[in-house]
């Protein structure tokens, strides 16, 4: 059988690559020729893993932790997941509700997996993360997107989800704080959606990913409201273990035992030695560490964020959390792919177009990620002054 003549499942049709993709291999393709780029494409910190944790990870392989762990993951990380809960959001979690999984995808994943059946509708944030979309599409159902802007902190509203939600809709999938965008659910706001999502007898997702870098007080938690919620989190951002694909979900009780069924068959269980490794993470001296971090990604919105509003910009006036900015370039281009492309082929400087994360004014916005050095972020600075002017 030639190539061309293998069906591929109807689902995947509709699944979309990265545009992000797109940019890093054209910087590559720069960077190869000798130009410097400067980097504000990447969705992941620029700090490698914090020494306690890979310390651990030698000290686990060094005992011969290689083997698969019980799928759900192993008990003590799941405890200290739980105390998190308490410690930061006065919330308890017991820990049979926490399932560690290969990274917020692979949560996603198998969220997916439980929750979605064809032809379902997810009602879902436009922008955002572009792999929700495309999960749901994964699964032949149907994602119903809000178009949410500045003028709403880029997050939808319940009075919208009522007037974009069918007769098919079965769930509610967002994320707080938000990628491409920085902006959070406040709690008053959790609590309308969850108490709407009740009385419809919708699910609740939250992708939590970005929780830990925050530059609010106060970044609440779904659970805080609702113990039905399910939550996505991962060690990928704040915990800065990306490569090490470790994160987690939290369902409610009566879904425990389907969500360790669905572990045991998508994954067996997560990386073991990423596992024993995280247990690290909670430690005092990792904590210390991250919150320096959390202050650099603080210093360098609090620049960029002035900047690109100096230049004709226009972005949220409080970054909340994760390492975005979501800037509307009206002032200088109607068309964000071609205004990322020049950008990166005249200016060498790496930023990733609305197109990436949904349609609604897709054409408009542009992402920059504060994931690179502050010498870096002045120089990229400098050169969409020069870009711009
Ligand atoms: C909102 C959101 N959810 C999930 C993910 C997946 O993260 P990971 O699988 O590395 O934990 C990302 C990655 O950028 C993200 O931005």
């Known amino acids: 059988m030639s190539k061309q003549e293998l069906r591929l499942s109807r689902s995947v049709s509709q699944v979309n690559p990265f545009r992000v993709m797109t940019v890093m291999d054209r910087a590559s393709e720069l960077e190869a020729a000798g130009k410097k780029i400067v980097h504000m494409e990447v969705g992941e910190p620029d700090f490698t893993t914090a020494s306690p944790i890979v310390n651990a990870a030698k ?85 119903q997107l809000i178009p949410v802007g500045l003028e709403q902190n880029f997050q939808p509203n319940v009075g919208q989800m009522k007037r974009y939600r069918k007769k098919n809709t079965t769930g509610i999938w967002l994320a707080s704080p938000s990628n491409p965008t920085g902006t959070i659910l406040e709690k008053s706001h959790l609590n309308e959606i969850s108490e709407w999502a009740r009385e419809e007898r919708l699910h609740l997702l939250v992708d939590e990913i970005y929780h830990g870098l925050k530059y609010v007080d106060d970044l609440p938690s779904v659970l805080e409201v609702d113990e039905n919620a399910f939550v996505v989190n991962s060690f990928s951002k704040y915990f800065g273990m990306t490569g090490w694909r470790l994160g987690w979900i939290i369902v409610p009780e009566n879904y425990i035992e389907m969500a360790n069924i669905l572990a045991q068959n998508l994954f067996i269980s997560a990386p073991t030695i990423a596992q024993y490794a995280a247990l690290a993470s909670f430690s005092e001296e990792a904590e210390e560490i991250f919150e320096q971090r959390r202050l650099e990604f603080d210093r360098r919105k609090n620049f960029l964020v002035e900047e690109l509003k100096a230049l004709g910009f226009y972005t949220p006036d409080n970054i909340q959390g994760a390492f975005y900015i979501y800037a509307d370039i009206s002032n200088f281009s109607k068309n964000s792919e071609i205004f990322c492309r020049d950008l990166l082929n005249k200016y060498n400087v790496a930023i990733t177009p609305g197109t990436d994360f949904g349609e609604y004014k897709a054409e408009q916005f542009v992402r920059f990620a504060f994931t690179t050095s502050m010498e870096d972020l002045e120089l990229g600075v400098e050169r969409l002054k020069t870009a711009l002017s």
Do not use: Q, W
């Open 59 to 143: 000290m686990a392989l060094d005992k011969g932790k290689t083997h698969y762990t019980v799928a759900p993951g192993i008990f003590e990380l799941r405890e200290k997941i739980s105390y998190h809960y308490s410690k930061h959001h006065k919330i308890e979690v017991d820990p049979s509700r926490i399932l560690i999984t290969p990274g917020a995808s692979g949560g996603l994943t198998l969220l997916a997996n439980m929750l979605v059946s064809p032809n379902d509708g997810i009602l879902t944030s436009d922008p955002a993360y572009p792999c929700v979309r495309n999960f749901i599409h994964m699964f032949s159902a149907e994602p």
